[in-house]
């Protein structure tokens, strides 16, 4: 059972830097995808970044160069970190794990079946 549990979010003023942190269990499969999205109402939950078992990473085009994920295998963590943050990157952020074994895409939300609970991001302008 694959389980995700999220945290890191606060608030900071623009221009500043958090890290979100994913601890991940029972993704023990040799082919993944893991991601992390967003969500601010009314706006549609949106795909930030992803990484694949290759550690192959992709970005949205509104936080490349900003965002970085990774991944520690060892410590079975996902990463997000966020720097030269906007008031527009305020949203909960969501850690979720993609094993249909289909190409790795943060787009793809429908691939995406495992999710934690979110972490809350807000930026103040």
């Known amino acids: 059972q694959v389980q995700l549990v999220e945290s890191g979010g606060g608030s900071v003023q623009a221009g500043g830097s958090l890290r979100l942190t994913c601890a991940a269990s029972?993704?023990?499969?040799?082919?993944?995808?893991m991601a992390w999205f967003r969500e601010a109402p009314p706006n549609e939950r949106e795909g930030v970044a992803a990484?694949?078992?290759?550690?192959?990473?992709s970005y949205a085009e509104s936080v490349k160069g900003r965002f970085t994920i990774s991944q520690d295998n060892a410590k079975n963590t996902l990463t997000l970190q966020m720097n030269s943050l906007k008031p527009e990157d305020t949203a909960m952020y969501y850690c979720a794990a993609d094993i249909s074994g289909d190409p790795c895409d943060y787009r793809d939300y429908d691939d995406f079946g495992y999710w934690g609970q979110g972490t809350q991001v807000t930026v103040s302008s």
């Open positions: 990484i694949d078992s290759d550690s192959v990473t």
């Open positions: 029972g993704v023990t499969y040799s082919r993944y995808c």
